[in-house]
């Protein structure tokens, strides 16, 4: 054992000074501590407890005046919790016991924050250089006075506070990010779950419990590994452009195309990656892999499909980090009986008992009217419905249409009106003159007459939000031909909506499924309240692993990828 003299720096002076006005502790003397060969730092006086303990108050601040916490010349990142946790502790320490000896909790905690990487997390976020260093110095036995202790307690709990923040929350804020993105609110006292997990000794373990808890995003968890693990200079080069490639065809970029396939594990390990012919299996291959990227899935590769065998393991694995820090905004957990929608997915999921038991696919918005990510409560839907177009359809779509041809409307049944309740009228769209009415102050709304034409189909299904979303039907059903459909204004419209709303009425006996093609086809707009509300999450992935283990991607449709990683990348993660 080698002994050390703490001595004491000036700042430790004025901090003791200042701890007998708060505590009235008369303190005497220079302290002496032992470090261990392990690391730890053992206090050879009966005092030492009290002198930490209000030295770290007036560190801390009382009264909390301070504007935050300072540790080698740079704030704490979590300085608000930080001083509520020791206000809750009443400025016990809580890595460095009453002793002085450093407790077990912190090395469990420093080998937690190394294994965020697991997590798509940056340990280097959360000071462990700083952290390493100090406790380096304590392993070697260099003095360290008391101040020097005290930074390195702020530094644990800053760092747990602020990696707990990170699991539960996520970087960065999706509503500043998007706008259009309502993160649910994760509603957790950290400082009240650090204090019981440091009461029962598993700070480290109760960090564990903040990550989100759905299967997939555990499966990315070991996805991101594996293509970490890639060693890049093992990767076949890129497919040069040109002309799109397909079945029969010969080319001396198959060779190229054949070895990016194999690589990504579409073509068989016994393919003959020289061979210059487009053949069978390539075909297959290609099929397989637009298959798991969500393409059109024809064999052909052309421009879109190039793009997606191009992308290197690199971009892969931040594609899978930006999709998990999105699971974190989800609900920590959802419900058993729930509708989701991927919006990059185009693709709709009812779930009972935790269990799939409808999927379709559907038609979200445009990239300039985007579908929003949110949760809501589905409680009614609406047979045969009237269409009354939203303010931002009807001044960039119908006012226009309108200035070139006032009697355009009436073939797709849609009324122009004036006034609303009891005071609403029709008003004869030849008796206005629409030039002179400007998207600004336009004192019109529109309605669609429910019939075959309207564009909301025959029902409608109704989960009030702030956006004014909801499901529906189409009839436009030629575009469920399409591998990508991004083709609303921000509604979804469902590929089987008869089958959707015969299953969500199946607990009202009245409602069988001839009553609901009846109501769907009366033409007379019909509300129906739900026999028990629906939980639905729409979200936004583009990054999963699917039940049989295959890595799926798709296009970032919306460009929220590429402005994660720059929020990220911005805000020096």
């Not at 452009?241 to 016994?270: I, N, Y």
């Amino acid at each position: 054992m080698v002994t050390i003299t703490a001595v004491m720096s000036n700042r430790s002076r004025q901090t003791m000074l200042k701890a007998q006005r708060y505590a009235g502790v008369l303190l005497r003397g220079m302290f002496l501590f032992s470090f261990m060969a392990t690391g730890s730092a053992v206090a050879q006086d009966v005092g030492t407890t009290e002198i930490f303990r209000d030295a770290l108050r007036d560190r801390v601040g009382l009264p909390l005046n301070q504007d935050t916490l300072i540790v080698d010349n740079r704030p704490l990142q979590s300085h608000e919790d930080v001083t509520r946790l020791y206000l809750l502790r009443s400025f016990l320490p809580a890595w460095i016991d009453g002793n002085g000896k450093l407790g077990s909790a912190a090395s469990a905690l420093v080998e937690r924050i190394r294994a965020v990487t697991e997590d798509g997390l940056d340990p280097s976020r959360y000071r462990t250089d700083e952290i390493d260093a100090r406790l380096t110095r304590l392993a070697e036995g260099d003095a360290a006075t008391l101040d020097e202790l005290i930074d390195l307690e702020l530094l644990l709990s800053d760092a747990w506070l602020t990696l707990a923040d990170h699991l539960l929350r996520g970087r960065v804020d999706p509503e500043h990010l998007y706008g259009q993105w309502l993160a649910s609110p994760q509603e957790r006292d950290l400082v009240a779950l650090l204090e019981t997990a440091l009461s029962g000794g598993e700070p480290g373990a109760a960090l564990d419990e903040l990550t989100p808890a759905y299967t997939t995003y555990g499966r990315l968890r070991a996805a991101l590994a594996q293509l970490r693990a890639i060693d890049p200079a093992s990767e076949p080069p890129r497919v040069a452009s040109g002309t799109a490639l397909r079945l029969g065809e010969e080319d001396e970029r198959v060779p190229v195309l054949r070895k990016r396939l194999r690589f990504l594990g579409d073509l068989p390990e016994s393919a003959n990656l020289d061979d210059t012919r487009f053949d069978g299996q390539v075909d297959a291959a290609l099929l397989s892999f637009q298959a798991r990227h969500g393409l059109e899935a024809d064999g052909i590769f052309g421009r879109g499909t190039r793009a997606a065998v191009n992308t290197s393991m690199a971009e892969r694995a931040a594609q899978v980090e930006a999709n998990m820090e999105r699971f974190r905004w989800l609900p920590q957990a959802v419900e058993s009986r729930h509708l989701r929608v991927n919006i990059a997915d185009f693709r709709l999921e009812l779930v009972e008992d935790d269990v799939p038991v409808m999927t379709m696919d559907v038609i979200v918005g445009k990239p300039y009217r985007q579908t929003p990510v949110f949760s809501g409560s589905m409680s009614y839907l609406v047979f045969s419905p009237a269409w009354h177009l939203p303010p931002t359809i009807s001044r960039k779509d119908i006012l226009p249409r309108l200035k070139r041809d006032p009697q355009s409307l009436a073939e797709d049944g849609i009324r122009v009106l004036s006034g609303w309740g009891e005071d609403e009228r029709e008003v004869d769209p030849a008796s206005v003159d629409w030039k002179k009415i400007s998207a600004r102050n336009l004192p019109y709304h529109f309605r669609q007459d429910p019939g075959p034409q309207n564009a909301l189909g025959r029902v409608k299904f109704m989960f009030p939000n702030r956006f004014s979303v909801y499901l529906h039907d189409t009839p436009q059903r030629e575009l469920f031909d399409r591998a990508q459909r991004d083709f609303s204004s921000g509604c979804i419209r469902v590929e089987r909506p008869q089958d959707l709303a015969i299953h969500l009425l199946l607990e009202d006996p009245a409602w069988t499924p001839e009553a609901v093609a009846v109501a769907m086809n009366s033409g007379t707009e019909q509300t129906v309240s739900l026999p028990r509300p629906l939980p639905v999450h729409i979200y936004y992935l583009t990054a999963w692993v699917d039940d049989e283990g295959g890595l799926q991607f798709r296009e970032d449709l919306y460009g929220r990828d590429a402005g994660l990683l720059e929020a990220l990348r911005k805000a020096g993660f």
